[in-house]
């Protein structure tokens, strides 16, 4: 599968405002919703995408992998929901820091190009050797 | 209150580490190696140097590097790409330390780690970096293409 890489960043930067403004409110149920984006990008099917596709109808001029950006919305939910996990129970620094996690990596992504959640694949094969990480097609 | 100060902490690190990032990114850091044999990678060594490329499913710039190493490959006599699936050599991921993909290394004639880069290096540079390490050609006419895997010297019989 191939993915318009204009609409990855897109989508990088509305995460990186919706988790601003979860830090900023300490809103759950916005922190909520985005876990839900991070789960619907890990299936392929990314609502922030899809909005972009929506709006800009001009085909892009090189396509890039879908497996990368897929594998890294995972590690976002992973982020997400440790950091709801966080706000529901009490636990401020959990909450805190998890949702700094995740905005961090939106943040590389959407300002500079770089895909965190890609390159910790590797270092996550390092340790668990043996884990199938595989994003099914 | 705290939110915004953690917002605010977050964005400068990022813009740090982005800008740091942006700098080093595919850079040839020079360094005083192991050697590698060809049966360690898994493909023989090139004449004069060889360029071995770290990638994985999960990299995007693997793919921009590749065509770069062959590109050059191609344009440098004697210069092999060789190009290893981390995930399937995580032995050779843990000895030699890499932690991102994809990481070029330039063995010399003998296969000791002259350069390192990690991230997609530049073609300039990588030329550069062979001008630099290689010694010159003295039988550079030889223009066998090094990318070619086999390496029995025309043993194709003449069909034509």
């Known amino acids: 599968m191939r993915a318009d890489p204009r609409a990855l960043r897109f989508g990088a930067a509305v995460t990186t405002l919706v988790l601003v403004l979860v830090l900023v409110t300490g809103s759950a149920w916005l922190l909520a919703a985005q876990a839900v984006v991070f789960a619907l990008g890990l299936a392929g099917r990314s609502p922030y995408v899809m909005l972009f596709k929506a709006l800009v109808r001009s085909a892009p001029k090189e396509t890039e992998d879908a497996r990368p950006p897929r594998f890294a919305q995972g590690v976002g939910l992973v982020f997400a929901v440790a950091g709801l996990a966080g706000l529901l129970a009490g636990i401020t620094p959990l909450a805190l820091g998890a949702t700094a996690g995740a905005l961090l990596a939106a943040f590389l992504n959407a300002a500079f190009g770089f895909c965190l959640g890609c390159e910790t694949y590797l270092l996550l094969r390092r340790l668990l050797p043996a884990a199938t990480l595989e994003v099914h097609q | 209150m705290t939110g915004v100060w953690v917002v605010l902490a977050t964005l400068a690190l990022g813009t740090v580490i982005g800008v740091v990032r942006l700098r080093r990114d595919g850079r040839m850091r020079e360094q005083a ?17 060889t360029l071995v490329q770290f990638s994985t499913a999960f990299c995007q710039p693997c793919r921009a590097t590749r065509r770069v190493l062959a590109d050059v490959g191609a344009l440098v006599p004697g210069v092999a790409h060789v190009e290893i699936d981390a995930e399937s050599r995580l032995d050779l991921v843990r000895e030699l330390d890499i932690t991102r993909t994809p990481t070029v290394l330039v063995l010399d004639a003998a296969g000791r780690i002259v350069r390192r880069a990690s991230g997609q290096p530049r073609k300039a540079e990588v030329l550069a970096v062979l001008a630099d390490v290689v010694p010159a050609p003295e039988a550079a006419r030889d223009r066998r293409p090094s990318h070619d895997p086999s390496h029995e010297p025309s043993h194709q019989p003449d069909e034509m």
């Open chain 2, 33 to 49: 190696g192991d050697r590698l044999t060809g049966t360690v990678l898994g493909a023989p060594l090139g004449e004069r140097a």
